[in-house]
């Protein structure tokens, strides 16, 4: 079983929908939790990080993390074609900084 | 991102010969990593290095080799390519001391393709 679990879609939805895009993980020494954009034929690059349970909010985007549920998500409100990338969520614990990456979802954003 | 180069950005080889794939960065970062991804299964980590003295094996370090040859720039190798080392290759950087969660800085990729 991976330590990071995410649905590798696709997902396609109408231009304006809200996106939720999650995963779950089962190390609990996890602490900082991250989502990274990837363009077609681009590097990865940091869209949200957050540090223990809660929500974190950015422009349209909404991070959100349940310690508990072992269970992360990312918001995107008024979604645009421009959204269509895939998204990898990430996470570190504290002892090091060795990223696990989920095998990220792949979003599509429809006019 | 302009600030970590990779080259080649594409590569064509053989089973059974010797790739070099090289990583820049101008960001001043002493961290450098490099990760191969392959379609679900997300970012795998190869190799990473803390300085140029410091060279660590990561999730998936057989049949790879880096080099670290300056802060700057950091080499990955396949001794002998083999086909199912076919795959989309990262090199990224971070800092850690810059007051913020060691993010990291990925580079455009190298697409291998081994036949």
């Known amino acids: 079983q991976k330590e990071v679990e995410q649905d590798p879609g696709p997902l396609s939805v109408p231009e304006g929908a809200i996106v939720s895009l999650n995963c779950t993980y089962s190390?609990?020494?996890?602490?900082?939790f991250m989502w990274y954009r990837q363009y077609s034929r681009k590097g990865p690059e940091l869209l949200m990080y957050t540090y223990s349970s809660g929500n974190k909010e950015d422009g349209r985007f909404t991070a959100q993390v349940d310690k508990s549920s072992k269970y992360i998500s990312l918001f995107i409100r008024d979604s645009q074609p421009s959204d269509s990338a895939t998204y990898l969520c990430a996470m570190i614990n504290n002892a090091g900084n060795m990223l696990t990456f989920g095998g990220g979802t792949r979003l599509m954003v429809k006019p | 991102d302009a600030d970590v180069t990779q080259t080649p950005r594409n590569r064509i080889t053989k089973t059974g010969k010797r790739i070099m794939l090289e990583c820049s960065q101008t960001?001043?970062?002493?961290?450098m990593y490099w990760y191969r991804q392959d379609p679900g299964l997300g970012l795998r980590l190869i190799y990473y290095s803390f300085d140029v003295k410091d060279i660590n094996k990561g999730e998936i370090s057989d049949g790879y080799s880096v080099s670290r040859q300056a802060q700057a720039k950091f080499s990955l190798s396949l001794e002998s390519a083999i086909p199912n080392q076919t795959a989309l290759y990262f090199c990224?950087?971070?800092?850690?001391?810059?007051?913020?969660?060691?993010?990291?800085?990925f580079g455009p990729g190298t697409r291998l393709t081994v036949l």
């Open positions: 190390n609990s020494a996890f602490q900082y």
């Open positions: 990224a950087t971070s800092d850690p001391g810059r007051g913020n969660t060691d993010t990291q800085y």
């Open positions: 960001k001043g970062h002493d961290r």
